[in-house]
């Protein structure tokens, strides 16, 4: 919607300052205000019309409210002065029709003296002002300025609304993009930690991500939400990132050392304390704290259940690999001293064919694994 107003010939220093600006910032140069003046009596049209017309308006004229309606829809206004009484109806239906339509036209409505409480409740009903007749032409200037400045206030404030909400939308949509972006380089990062990890442990070669996806099927089965997910993915992923840094005769620091290595990383610190507890047992029985039941992060207690599962059914210098049926029953046997036996329920009730499909999907290496990608884990009760 174009911006209506332009007053080149009323207020000569702002006219100046506004044209130069326009200059400056090419936009299109303001036209003059058009006002409809609607009024059954010729010669108060005429007046009004070389009054407005001297200040350089563009002025055009109704002889009734029907008239004026018609001309509405023909041309855009930037304000309507009508007469209240007219021969074919008066002006308040006029004011109620243009209202409906476009309700920042401003409406002056014109009446005789006698109208006054008529003129008051005509701008109850939405009238901008009134002029009561007979009225200098200094008066009708005035009140003509006021109403066209009302009407170039609402309408600045409509812009500015407008570019405001395109601003918020495009800013909006430029952060989500940036936090996408930083999301995938975390996980490109654990990936890296991870390969390097896997390295240093040529025989697990594959555990990380095992054990994470079977983390992330077993935490969707237990009804945890995305956001929880991948805090506790990070945490099964990096869970014995610890190992890089000490010798094998220390190992059990290896829990303080991987959550000393995590915790200073921002988008890691929640899950830096499902490294410290993953090798805790529900009885207390476990390191480094020998804490027990709730106090282990529920995390902890699933990672766990998923950690045992893939080592039973995963190669060993010392022994072959058992089925996922046997790694069951395994679970069941801890269920209330190593483990949770809240996740012994769930884990119990997920179908092998999940286990075996995901197990499948990583060692298989058909397509690229992400470790992190939530989404495509199935879930057990679609199965
Ligand atoms: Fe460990």
Redesign the pocket.
């Known amino acids: 919607m174009a911006l209506n107003l332009a007053r080149p010939h009323i207020v000569p220093p702002a006219a100046g300052s506004r044209a130069e600006s326009d200059a400056h910032t090419g936009s299109r140069p303001r036209r003059p205000a058009r006002i409809l003046v609607v009024d059954d009596e010729p010669h108060v049209r005429t007046m009004i019309a070389s009054a407005l017309e001297r200040q350089g308006y563009d002025v055009q004229l109704a002889s009734s409210g029907r008239e004026g309606l018609e001309t509405l829809e023909r041309n855009a206004f930037d304000l309507v002065l009508t007469d209240i009484v007219m021969q074919d109806g008066n002006g308040i239906t006029l004011l109620e029709r243009i209202h409906g339509q476009q309700p920042q036209l401003p409406v002056v409505m014109v009446t005789a003296i006698h109208d006054i409480s008529v003129a008051i409740d005509s701008m109850r009903r939405g009238a901008y002002d009134y002029l009561l007749k007979p009225f200098e032409r200094e008066h009708l200037v005035n009140t003509v300025q006021r109403a066209l400045d009302h009407r170039q206030a609402l309408q600045d404030s409509h812009n500015y609304q407008q570019n405001l909400e395109q601003v918020v939308r495009a800013r909006t949509e430029m952060l989500r993009q940036a936090m996408e972006n930083l999301e995938h380089s975390y996980d490109v990062t654990l990936e890296a930690l991870g390969d390097a990890l896997d390295l240093k442990d040529s025989e697990t070669e594959g555990h990380s991500k095992r054990v994470t996806a079977y983390t992330i099927a077993l935490a969707r089965a237990m009804g945890i939400g995305p956001a929880q997910i991948k805090v506790i993915a990070r945490g099964a992923f990096l869970?014995?990132i610890g190992k890089m840094a000490i010798p094998d005769e220390i190992l059990r620091e290896?829990c303080a050392r991987g959550y000393n290595m995590l915790r200073k990383i921002p988008f890691l610190a929640e899950s830096a304390e499902i490294v410290y507890a993953?090798?805790e047992h529900y009885d207390g029985s476990g390191y480094p704290n020998a804490s027990c039941g709730t106090e282990i992060p529920i995390g902890a207690r699933i990672f766990a259940v998923a950690d045992t599962l893939d080592a039973i059914t995963s190669d060993r210098p010392y022994r072959k690999a058992r089925s996922f049926d046997a790694a069951r029953e395994e679970i069941l046997r801890c269920s209330g001293s190593q483990f949770d036996p809240t996740v012994v329920e769930v884990f119990l009730k997920v179908p092998n064919e999940l286990w075996h499909e995901l197990r499948s999907e990583i060692t298989g290496q058909n397509k690229r694994f992400s470790t992190f990608d939530i989404a495509p884990v199935p879930d057990p009760s679609d199965i």
């Open positions: 869970h014995d290896h993953h090798q």
